[in-house]
Nanobody, 116 residues
Framework: QVQFVESGGGLVQPGGSLRLSCAASGFMFSMYAMGWYRQAPGKERELVASISGVGGTTNYANSVKGRFTISRDNAKNTVYLQMNSLKLEDTAVYYC?????????WGQGTQVTVSS
């Protein structure tokens, strides 16, 4: 049974930082590319960052390049998203995603609110 435990969301002021974590179980974590997506109210879900299973190749949305860092610990079956210099427009529900070929799994989401 695939399970995700997402944590680290919350309320932060503009310019602040948060670190999201997603602990996964029920599948071969190291074989899957992992990603973080977000969905703001009234908007479509968008890819924020992704990291390959082996080698750790990363990819970022232009809007977060230089501010967010995705990483993974295959020994802990966990993927992280370090978010710095947060902006009001980063407010969204952030979802953890695992992808390998036609198989895709989603976390339940964690709310990130950037507000002064």
């Amino acid at each position: 049974q695939v399970q995700f435990v997402e944590s680290g969301g919350g309320l932060v002021q503009p310019g602040g930082s948060l670190r999201l974590s997603c602990a996964a179980s029920g599948f071969m974590f190291s074989m899957y590319a992992m990603g973080w997506y977000r969905q703001a109210p009234g908007k479509e879900r968008e890819l924020v960052a992704s990291i390959s299973g082996v080698g750790g190749t990363t990819n970022y949305a232009n809007s977060v390049k230089g501010r967010f860092t995705i990483s993974r610990d295959n020994a802990k079956n966990t993927v992280y998203l370090q978010m710095n210099s947060l902006k009001l427009e980063d407010t969204a529900v952030y979802y953890c995603n695992a992808l390998r070929g036609p198989s895709a799994y989603w976390g339940q989401g964690t709310q990130v609110t950037v507000s002064s």
